[in-house]
């Protein structure tokens, strides 16, 4: 099994920056895809971004220019770099991996815990 444990969430004013942090664990063969979700009150759980194990990024629409997905392959942890923060991206932010345990079973989707994340106005 994986295991992905958030940190880095926070209290910040509107204009601020956090950086976010997901460590995957456990018994790992290898991760493919890696991302960011949010969940506000009474919304539907978003993609935030995702980034490939190569590199490729993908942006929600809304955090486009503000937000910076990376990672370190190594370290099998993903980052979220969060700019000029708003009061709308208030949500709990949840890692999710798509990561294989062995040679022999193919990938599944595992996700964090998630981490509050709330922007002052």
């Known amino acids: 099994q994986v295991q992905l444990v958030e940190s880095g969430g926070g209290l910040v004013q509107a204009g601020g920056s956090l950086r976010l942090s997901c460590a995957a664990s456990?018994?790992?063969?290898?991760?493919?895809?890696m991302g960011w979700y949010r969940q506000a009150p009474g919304k539907q759980r978003e993609l935030v971004a995702a980034i490939t194990s190569g590199g490729s990024t993908n942006y929600g629409d809304s955090v486009k220019g503000r937000f910076t997905i990376s990672r370190d392959n190594a370290k099998y942890t993903v980052y979220l770099q969060m700019n000029s923060l708003k009061p709308e991206d208030t949500a709990v932010y949840y890692c999710?991996?798509?990561?294989?345990?062995?040679?022999?079973?193919?990938?599944?989707?595992?996700w964090g815990q998630g981490t509050q994340v709330t922007v002052s106005s």
């Open positions: 456990g018994r790992i063969y290898t991760i493919n895809a």
């Open positions: 999710n991996a798509d990561a294989s345990s062995s040679r022999w079973t193919g990938p599944l989707p595992y």
